[in-house]
């Protein structure tokens, strides 16, 4: 036999054993390659990835799919629910989405490889949504199976819930699941939703491994700001002019950001720190009886960190005029503001109209971002559960507690939940992290093997007490 055809061989045997020995690779690089983009506008939706992507995991999870109850809400979201043996305990719901955003138009060639690629690659798996979050809801899956066929019976209920329309606020997928779950008479004693991850390492603790449990989500509020005036010709400026006037008002909301100030959970993830640390850094963690003015400007100084202590204000939309020779009779504006936990609604409204002191701006908020989340309980069952199974799979880990930034789909939730906690069993990379919503978005090969452990020992723990 020739050089030439042994070396084809070997090539092809090898590609065969690694298919073999790593399945789990083989499956999320066949999900990222399916296009589940959530556009804004819901009508230039692609249904025909969604429609693989169900039939992939149900080809790919035969006993998930015949031995757990299966429902389809919206027809593109998935609800799991697997039946403990003690009735009398509350049921339990993990929740995840497999939706992804959009590649922005025009950055194409930004991208290092093609962006719904999926291959598996120099110790990487690549594409868009191999994070956010289709590695963890993969791993969830890959976990119910393998405990399946391990023979694993719940003590406690476990619901499954997987969106498809997350990334545009949930509205046809965690929120449907929400209404027929309460429909159902359905509540929990605790959920695990996106927000929280297993780093390799962290900027306060670096060295170690942390594991991040956010306790919240910021508030999500969007407030329209609206004003009207004589309008007219532009060759005869008036005075009152709409258009000026809104400018003012959203000028004094950028000029004027809210006062930052140190609040649970975000206290509590700086003291789990200080206690881990020592030196004068982790006594001004630990004592912020103390050190809080000191900490408060630090973190607010900080682009990375302010967030974490302030209730951020992001002027996003403008609308007016409809020619450039006419001064408009009416414009309005977008402001979205991210609450601080404490912050409501109410007491937005109060300190924008405060801050632009002008009556003539109307101020309201739209009505289907009323949910203000809560902080759960960090001495509950549900956390103690979450760093026994982390505890399991990377005894050398630090669980902190944490304020997530951003907003996913556990507002739907909220109220169905004793306590809802940021916790997706996810490993990654420090320097991936940035390939959220970003470009070149990856997930290390030996990241999501190990996220594949995490996610079984997290399965497994909490439906077993």
């Known amino acids: 036999m020739n050089r030439v055809l042994v070396l084809i061989l070997l090539s092809w045997s090898s590609g065969l054993l ?116 289709k590695s963890p809801a993969m791993a969830t899956f890959e976990a119910i199976e393998k405990l399946l066929i391990a023979g694993h019976q719940p003590t406690r209920t476990l619901y499954y819930s997987l969106g498809h329309d997350e990334e545009i606020g949930g509205r046809n997928g965690a929120a449907k699941i929400a209404e027929h ?89 700086l003291e ?48 007016a005029g409809v020619k450039e020779n006419v001064i408009p009779q009416r414009a309005e504006a977008k402001v979205n503001f991210r609450l601080l936990p404490g912050d409501t609604k109410e007491t937005l409204i109060a300190d924008v109209k405060a801050i632009i002191d002008d009556p003539e701006v109307t101020v309201e908020a739209a009505s289907d971002w009323n949910v203000i989340p809560q902080v759960a309980d960090m001495n509950a069952l549900g956390y103690e559960l979450i760093k026994e199974s982390v505890a399991e799979i990377l005894p050398d880990a630090a669980v902190i507690p944490g304020l997530l930034i951003a907003t996913t789909d556990t507002k ?22 940035s390939g959220i919503h970003g470009t070149n978005e990856r997930v290390r090969v030996d990241a999501y093997l190990e996220s594949l452990r995490l996610a079984e020992s997290t399965i497994r723990t909490i439906t077993s007490q």
């Open 18 to 133: 690694a298919e073999a020995l790593q399945p789990e690779l083989e499956r999320l690089s066949k999900v990222v390659q399916m296009k589940t983009v959530s556009h804004q506008d819901p009508s230039n939706m692609d249904a025909a990835p969604f429609h693989d992507f169900e039939a992939a995991v149900r080809d790919f999870y035969p006993r998930t799919f015949s031995e757990l109850e299966v429902t389809m809400i919206s027809e593109h979201s998935f609800l799991l629910k697997w039946q403990g043996s003690d009735q009398n305990l509350k049921p339990v719901l993990v929740d995840a989405h497999y939706d992804v955003v959009p590649v922005e138009p025009g950055t194409e060639d930004d991208w290092n490889f093609e962006p719904y690629s999926g291959a598996v690659e120099n110790g990487y798996v690549l594409g868009r949504g191999t994070i956010d979050m």
């Open 181 to 269: 779950l309460k429909e159902q008479g359905v509540t929990f004693e605790y959920m695990l939703g996106e927000g929280g991850i297993a780093l390799d390492s962290h900027p306060l603790l670096p060295g170690r491994q942390v594991v991040m449990v956010n306790l919240a989500q910021k508030g999500f509020v969007t407030l329209t700001l609206s004003t009207t005036g004589e309008g007219g010709h532009s060759s005869s400026p008036t005075e009152d002019n709409s258009l000026v006037r809104l400018a003012e008002a959203v000028s004094k909301l950028h000029r004027q950001p809210f006062d930052p100030k140190l609040v649970s959970p975000v206290s509590d993830m």
């Open 272 to 319: 789990s720190i200080g206690n881990m640390r020592g030196g004068v850094m982790g006594f001004a963690l630990k004592n912020q009886w103390l050190t809080s003015p000191f900490l408060i400007d630090q973190l607010s100084s900080d682009r990375l960190t302010r967030s974490m202590v302030i209730t951020t204000t992001a002027v996003t939309m403008f609308n």
């Open 412 to 433: 739907h939730y909220e109220d169905l939940a004793e306590n809802v906690y940021h916790f997706q069993p996810m490993f990654i990379a420090m320097e991936d992290a």
